[in-house]
């Protein structure tokens, strides 16, 4: 289907053509894997992305070359995206993602004379954005964009000095899920693979980091070159710039942040290299190189993103105590759920979380013991109750695989792909023991490595590999995977610790007083357990008297501070509103955000008070966030 052309592209192009034919994504650039989707033989038909314009089976880029200005003050990223493309015989046309770029020019660079190109922007269409049509025909390698992007590019946050903790200026990208298209353009989809190169240019005093092989030291000029060898769907593309400096944990692990924090993130993430290794054990050799972690400003919308070789994380996770690191471990493992093995579109987005869920209760476990992780995983299942309780019974939303056309796909993804995604993962370890999906896992990460794979393939192959039919049966697969709500039968985590804090519950409930309460050895997570597991009638006196004696309000640790947040809210206590206040305002992590807006919004006053804090925190907010809460409190509708 494609032409040959540059050494090494046969294998290459012979995995596209398999690939194809067996409803598998192509994957470019890894000649070194031979062709082996022979096992998926009957699902022939080739993966269609609502949510990206581009015809990959057409033209697909294989590689991008970024020549890029920051530019601080204008809050513009400008210069040139060079893409070297796969052309199919007779196909005219190449179509990229675009979403609010400035295009000024397009050219056909190789095989040369470089000329101009043909080139038309489609239609607007909400948050998809506008395809960009260039002109080519099938001889061409090579074509350049020149653009600009604009200040409200949605990827991007661009914080001034006074929100950063070194009073420079900081730049930070989120591009997940389809808003690498906002200041890239590129096929934006999970199912085309590109590798890349970048020359990113910004002012002296900061330092450039990418979803790349990355510097440790400043350059004098401001100019920073990046190579990404292996290839990565465009949801992974990351840039960030600021005052950064570097502290290696050991020499494959080390952390990026700006200098006031760095020496707290690297002891506080002293156990990544650990996680590495049990992560290796489990799951195969880790394929990316090195691991680092780039912490960022409090207004980061998420807690961590997986970008490759520099896990992008929330300061919030630093509480001081370790306590928090089961995120880094989740970011970890989407290298190789993920990032290795990706969903082939946002409808199998449970594909990359739900297995990276399933996968940090396991490096957990290995690290901190069985104990340990089942604490993690009874609240997991607790958030995954808590989201089928919001959706309703019958909700699609609560499928595995989803249906998210037409929608924008931050809007379907939720606790279901996670924790339900994990639990299903956990019937599969229940129905063949431990050993043999461990050996499963290892199989399915080698065997579909840098490559992208749909709902139906995974079924495909884990009932050719792993159950019968009688087995698949047994645990309800199809149900599992198209159906809503949770089957009756899934297996349920237990913690006897969780057993413990019950008991002080109880004894509050009979009369005890707080500082009676046995709370020894207690960590974030018994408490986060207490919290949630308060009676529904504990009232602003009952959490006063709390409060006195464990200090909730003024907690340094981010989760246990929402979820006491969270209660008050609930209780009515205002006591609690200034440090709320405060952290509405400091923190930009849509987990928090979410539910506290959402418990403020239930009543006219709390919805008011709410209304004046977002007024005040709205700017300081990635717009992943605020669109949420836009939404919450009816912003810009009135
Ligand atoms: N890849 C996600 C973040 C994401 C999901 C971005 C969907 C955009 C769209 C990341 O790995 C993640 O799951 N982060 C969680 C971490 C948690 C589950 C440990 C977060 O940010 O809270
Ligand atoms: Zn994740």
């Not at 509050?508 to 046995?518: A, F, I, T, V």
Request: net charge negative; proline share 6%; with cysteine.
């Amino acid at each position: 289907m494609s032409k040959a052309r540059a050494s090494g592209a046969r294998g290459r192009l012979a995995l596209t053509a398999a690939v194809l034919a067996f409803s598998i994504v192509p994957a470019c650039r890894r000649p070194e894997t031979p062709p082996q989707a022979t096992e998926l033989e009957g699902a022939e038909t080739k993966i269609m992305d609502p949510h990206s314009f581009s015809r990959p089976s057409e033209a697909v880029v294989e590689h991008l070359e970024l020549d890029l200005t920051v530019d601080f003050a204008a809050r513009i990223l400008s210069g040139t995206a060079t893409l070297e493309i796969d052309v199919a015989p007779g196909a005219t046309e190449l179509v990229l993602d675009t979403r609010g770029l400035d295009i000024s020019s397009v050219e056909l660079v190789r095989p040369g004379p470089v000329t101009r190109a043909d080139y038309k922007l489609g239609e607007e269409t909400s948050f998809l954005g506008r395809p960009l049509v260039i002109g080519i025909n099938d001889g061409t390698e090579q074509v350049r964009v020149a653009y600009r992007t604009r200040p409200d590019a949605a990827a991007l946050q661009w914080l001034s000095p006074e929100q950063t903790a070194s009073g420079k200026p900081f730049l930070l990208s989120q591009s997940q899920a389809i808003l690498a298209r906002t200041w890239v353009p590129c096929q934006d989809s999970p199912g085309v693979r590109m590798t890349y190169s970048a020359t990113i240019r910004v002012p002296p005093e900061l330092l450039a980091v990418m979803s790349a092989e990355n510097p440790t030291m400043r350059s004098a000029g401001g100019v920073y070159e990046f190579e990404m060898p292996q290839a990565i769907p465009s949801y992974l593309l990351a840039i960030a710039a600021g005052d950064l400096e570097f502290r290696a944990i050991d020499d494959r692990a080390g952390v990026y942040a700006e200098p006031s924090l760095v020496d707290a993130a690297a002891w506080e993430f002293a156990d990544v290299p650990a996680m590495i290794s049990a992560a290796e054990r489990l799951y195969g050799p880790y394929e990316w190189g090195r691991y680092d972690l780039l912490v960022l400003p409090p207004s980061f919308p998420f807690g961590g993103m997986e970008n490759p070789r520099l896990t992008f994380a929330t300061p919030t996770i630093i509480a001081g105590d370790r306590s928090l690191v089961a995120l880094v471990a989740h970011e970890l493992a989407h290298s190789w759920s993920g990032n290795l093995v990706t969903n082939a579109t946002w409808d199998d987005f449970w594909l990359n979380e739900g297995a990276t869920t399933y996968l940090t209760y396991r490096i957990m476990e290995e690290l901190y013991g069985a104990e340990y992780a089942a604490m993690l995983e009874v609240l997991g299942r607790q958030d995954l109750a808590a989201t089928f309780e919001e959706l309703g019974p019958a909700s699609p939303d609560s499928h595995l695989k989803l249906a998210l056309e037409g929608r924008d796909p931050d809007d379907g993804m939720n606790d279901i792909a996670y924790e339900k995604g994990a639990a299903l993962f956990r019937s599969l370890e229940a129905a063949v023991g431990r050993d043999r999906f461990d050996d499963f896992l290892r199989t399915y990460f080698s065997h579909f490595a840098f490559r992208s794979l749909d709902t139906e393939t995974f079924e495909h192959y884990v009932r050719e590999h792993l159950l019968d039919q009688e087995l698949a049966d047994g645990i309800g697969l199809t149900d599992w995977l198209y159906g809503a709500g949770l089957p009756a039968d899934a297996w349920a985590p237990q913690s006897s610790e969780f057993d413990r804090v019950e008991a002080q519950i109880e004894a509050l409930e009979d009369g005890s007083r707080p500082s009676e309460l046995d709370v020894t050895d207690w960590t974030t997570h018994h408490w986060l357990h207490f919290l949630r597991k308060l009676p529904a009638g504990t009232t602003s006196a009952d959490l006063t008297a709390l409060d006195g004696v464990f200090g909730f309000n003024r907690s340094g640790n981010s989760e246990i501070q929402s979820a006491w947040f969270e209660r008050s809210i609930a209780a009515g206590h205002e006591e609690a509103y200034p440090a709320l206040r405060e952290f509405l305002l400091r923190v930009g992590r849509r987990k928090f955000l979410k539910p506290l807006y959402t418990a403020l919004a239930a009543t006219p006053e709390g919805r008011g008070w709410a209304r004046e804090v977002y007024a005040e925190a709205r700017g300081g907010y990635h717009s992943v966030s605020s669109n949420t809460v836009d939404g919450i409190l009816g912003w810009g509708a009135e």
